[in-house]
């Protein structure tokens, strides 16, 4: 297995009136050929920020993006072009991230006339019908528009789009969050299949916890812009070390009858991501916060083999 | 046997958009006692918001009608009150906490005065003390009273699903409507919102009607559920009948489109198709097309409602004695 | 709702890359507006008349004829005649056609610049934007009227002139709504997801922000044709628009403002003319806007 995208120390600050926004801070990590990493954290976590940054969409503020070894940080407007068919993103809204005046094969065919990978119009419809089969979007839809189709077949028109170009590694940014329970697992399946089929390598942002462990390799977790664990799905879940973690898993609401289940519950405010002081951002929420949480950044560590932590105190809190 | 608070029987509601008519709603029975908690759980379109606001008789008419049937509060049919008297009855007796915290305040105004104009509306009480009444609400939903003065904007979301929350429940109504309360916040707020609304639950034995798509959430909070689609109850229970014996074919559904964070499992195995178009409703069954149990009798005539264990009803042709 | 040819794109091996067309759709929506459509009926009239002024009357609108001064309606003269004996009937016929001239080419002269400025200064942003809108801003500060009358005083009186000073009154009426629907157009999802396939700027411009703005500009332009003729009329009651003897609302108005006691005639059918005019456009307009919802609602 070798590594498909690698991202050594990024950072992305957004200019606000009322200072440096830090969105992502710092922010290390590799993505194998054909495996999914999950990104998880709460709204304003700089998840999105993080992804979008990761192929491009927003110009990082610092550090390195290496895409299959090579270096893509700083790329022509030509080299861009030819990144963007490497590299696809999946949106999270159906409902607007389509545009309201192209058809759905209309759409589809976008990207390949973008490329001009097509000889003749023939030979694009063909593309665009095969396309259509391969995400399960019957083709009598070809010259529908999308505010005529329901959620899962508007985001069955991204995902077309995404896979038209073959491309290696996609952004998923919260492709299931709008879509009902029974059509997200259709959308997932889907997603799983094509990843088996094309060998995709997939960065899935979301804030669903089972979504995410049922489709992750490795998961992050994102706080105020910040890495605090990185582990593989089954171990993060099975040892939840960082107190954000902990915190974050407890409060998923289960689906079952759980006797004598009771809330953990996290009290004060949350850090304002603007020109944050050093310390632990997590720090003002943490119960388990001391002193040195409120005066220096903690450092992601190895705590287990393959299991990273940013946390002053997780030995402590985790009796290892 | 406790009384009963609310009973809707075979509600009907249409909304008409154009040629069409819209069957949002098909001969939905409920009932709610005094002091429960039901779940509704369905998906978009389903009904469940239709449901909601028929009971605080707020649907926009037109294009919407209620076309049959009668709702119930304490005895009382709601159809048969005259506007003055509903208005009487909202907020008052029943109130409604809407899905997005962020569209449900208004920005123009302090959120002491916000909290404030709800009881002076119901109660004659001066101005100074309904402004006390509404610090006292805040404090009662984990809010500083003497941020009453701040506007919606200084609020974090979760925070201002406290007070929206606080309004629904500052005339301290006998029964609250929550229409996904928590689906526009984060986990961890969700969490605490959650723990609010279970705790002024007790306090004031409030009887609760939570509307939601998520099955965690309702097992959480409710003591019974019932599973809606497309506008009608397919199955009503407590959470032990639901949760450990999901019966209709689409409640089984539901349950194997969640990925569960306790097991793993390779692939989901997800509800096949889409829900019938509104419009076009099928005679028999609604979830026939995509049901793999179904068989010829499914697609005629109207399914029977059949109480498979006491108190467990099923909207299935499968529990009805016939052979598929 | 399927049309025959899409059902031919299921068996066919490879399918047609096309939309079946939501005009279908916006004319339907817009056919089912009785007040538009109404509106619609009458504009049409009004370019008729605009057109072939001569295939609705018998009369010079410039020939006088001394002897039938102030002649009554009547079946002769539908709307009687003026001081100089002129037909009423064929003045109002004719001056809808300087009418359309004005209100049209001005529209179309300053929609045009202003749709440019618009999208230019939305969609760069910044310096540019704030170099074109400040231009904008000063042509907002000076009242259109008092433009008008300073730009045909320093010009002459012709129509030429006249249709100059109104477009530039008006391009800052576009410039702002275009730029305004470029920007909300530019922050939505569907342009980001453009760009993250990696279309070009100029792509991105024609085949996604425009297209979505389109529906703005036509209200706004259909509004303006109406706006543009009051106050081109409004310049001609003033003696400042279209020289005598072209037969136009606003002069015929005017100059019979003296004979409103005697002959009511005289200024009632310029007036009703500008009225309808005026009132047909805006139905019209109005029709447009809601016909073409951008949020497409089915």
Redesign the interface.
Same mark, same amino acid.
């Given at each position: 297995m070798s590594t498909l995208v690698e991202v050594k120390n990024l950072k992305k600050y957004f200019k606000t009136p009322r200072g440096l926004l830090h969105a992502v801070d710092d922010i290390n990590f590799k993505i194998e050929k054909g495996q999914t990493l999950g990104v998880v954290g709460e709204s304003g976590c700089g998840k999105s920020t993080l992804g979008r940054t990761v192929i491009h969409l927003h110009e990082r503020t610092s550090g390195q993006i290496l895409f299959d070894g090579k270096d893509v940080s700083d790329l022509s407007k030509h080299e861009l072009k030819e990144f963007r068919s490497h590299v696809q993103m999946i949106f999270q809204d159906p409902f607007s991230s389509l545009n309201p005046r192209m058809s759905v094969s209309q759409l589809i065919a976008e990207p390949l006339l973008i490329y001009k990978t097509s000889k003749s119009s023939a030979d694009l419809g063909k593309e665009v019908g095969r396309l259509m089969d391969t995400v399960g979007l019957a083709r009598r839809f070809a010259n529908s528009y999308p505010h005529e189709l329901d959620g899962g077949r508007r985001q069955r028109i991204g995902i077309a789009r995404a896979l038209s170009l073959n491309p290696e590694f996609i952004v998923c940014d919260e492709p299931v969050s709008a879509l009902d329970v029974s059509i997200q697992a259709q959308i997932l399946n889907l997603m799983q299949d094509l990843q088996d089929e094309f060998h995709l390598t997939y960065m899935f942002i979301t804030h669903n916890m089972s979504v995410v462990k049922h489709i992750s390799n490795n998961i992050m977790i994102m706080y105020l812009g910040n890495m605090v664990e990185f582990a593989g799905a089954e171990e993060i879940f099975k040892n939840r070390l960082h107190p954000y973690t902990k915190a974050l898993l407890a409060a998923v609401p289960i689906p079952a009858i759980i006797e004598g289940r009771k809330r953990q519950l996290l009290t004060g405010e949350i850090t304002s991501p603007i020109d944050p002081k050093p310390g632990c951002r997590f720090a003002a929420r943490c119960p388990y916060a001391t002193d040195i949480c409120h005066a220096e950044n903690p450092q992601l560590d190895e705590v287990l083999e393959g299991h990273f932590v940013a946390c002053h105190n997780v030995k402590e809190i985790n009796q290892l | 046997m406790s009384q009963n608070i609310l009973e809707i029987k075979d509600l009907f509601v249409q909304y008409s958009a154009g040629k069409d008519t819209v069957r949002a709603v098909n001969g939905i029975n409920l009932t709610l006692e005094e002091g429960e908690s039901l779940g509704l759980v369905g998906e978009t379109g389903a009904g469940k918001t239709t449901t909601a606001l028929s009971i605080m008789r707020l649907i926009p008419n037109p294009p919407g009608k209620i076309t049959g049937g009668e709702i119930l509060y304490r005895g009382e049919n709601l159809m048969e009150k005259s506007e003055a008297e509903m208005r009487k009855i909202r907020g008052h007796e029943i109130s409604m906490i809407f899905q997005d915290p962020m569209t449900a305040l208004n920005p123009m105004l302090s959120v002491g005065d916000q909290i404030a104009e709800v009881i002076r509306l119901h109660e004659k009480i001066s101005r100074a003390d309904a402004m006390r009444k509404a610090c006292a609400m805040m404090e009662v939903v984990g809010i500083e009273g003497g941020r009453a003065g701040e506007y919606p904007h200084q609020f974090s979301g979760g925070m201002k699903q406290r007070i929206v929350i606080a309004i629904a429940l500052a005339c301290n109504p006998s029964l609250l409507i929550a229409d996904e309360p928590t689906t526009a916040l984060d986990v961890t707020i969700q969490a605490q919102v959650l723990e609010l609304i279970e705790q002024l639950k007790r306090k004031f034995n409030t009887s609760l009607l939570l509307i939601t798509h998520d099955l965690g959430v309702v097992a959480e909070v409710c003591s019974k559920v019932a599973i809606i689609y497309a506008g009608e109850i397919v199955e009503y229970g407590t959470l032990k009948h639901i949760y450990e014996n999901p019966s209709h074919p689409y409640t089984i559904g539901l349950f194997g489109s969640i990925p569960n964070l306790n097991e793993t499992v390779h692939r989901l195995s997800p509800i096949p198709g889409l829900m019938p178009d509104p419009t076009k409703l099928p005679d028999g069954c609604a979830f026939e097309e995509r049901c793999s149990q179904a068989c010829e009798a499914c697609g005629k005539g109207v399914m029977p409602y059949v109480e498979i264990e006491p108190g467990h009803m099923v909207r299935c042709i499968k529990f009805a004695g016939k052979e598929c | 709702m399927?049309?025959t040819? @899409?059902?031919a794109?299921?068996s @066919?091996? =490879? %399918?047609? %890359? &096309? &939309?079946?067309g @939501?005009t279908k759709e916006i004319i339907g929506r817009f056919l089912r507006n009785r007040a538009a459509v109404f509106g619609m009926v009458v504009v049409l009239f009004l370019l008729f008349c605009a057109i072939f002024p001569q295939a609705l009357t018998q009369y010079d609108p410039i020939e006088q004829n001394l002897r039938d001064r102030f002649a009554a309606p009547s079946a002769e003269h539908f709307f009687g005649t003026d001081e100089y004996g002129r037909d009423i009937f064929s003045r109002v016929i004719y001056g809808c056609r300087t009418s359309m001239e004005i209100g049209l080419i001005s529209v179309a002269i300053s929609c045009i610049i202003g749709v440019v400025i618009g999208a230019i200064a939305g969609f760069y942003g910044g310096i540019t934007d704030n170099l074109f809108m400040r231009f904008i801003d000063v042509l907002m500060a000076i009242p259109n009227t008092l433009l008008g009358i300073s730009i045909v005083a320093a010009l002459g009186n012709s129509i030429p002139n006249l249709i100059i000073a109104l477009s530039i009154g008006s391009i800052a009426g576009y410039a702002r709504v275009v730029r305004v629907s470029v920007l909300s157009t530019k922050g =939505? $999802? +569907?342009v $980001? *997801? *453009? +760009? /993250? =396939? &990696? /279309?070009?700027d100029f792509?991105i411009i024609f085949? +996604?922000i425009l !297209?979505?703005c389109l529906a703005p500009i036509i209200v706004q332009a259909t509004m303006s044709v109406a706006t543009t003729i009051m106050a081109a009329t409004g310049l001609s009651f003033l003696g400042l628009g279209v020289p005598a003897p072209t037969p136009e609302w606003g002069a015929m108005a005017s100059s019979s403002r003296a004979y409103i006691r005697d002959y009511w005639w005289l200024v009632t059918f310029p007036g009703l003319a500008i009225m309808t005019t005026a009132f047909s456009f805006n139905l019209f307009g109005d029709g447009l806007r809601d016909a073409l919802d !951008?949020k497409?609602?089915?």
């Open positions: - | - | 399927l049309s040819k @899409q059902d794109s299921l @066919q091996d =490879t %399918i047609s %890359i &096309g &939309g079946h @939501q =939505t $999802e +569907y $980001e *997801a *453009a +760009y /993250a =396939t &990696g /279309a070009s792509r085949k +996604y !297209p979505n !951008p497409l609602k089915s």
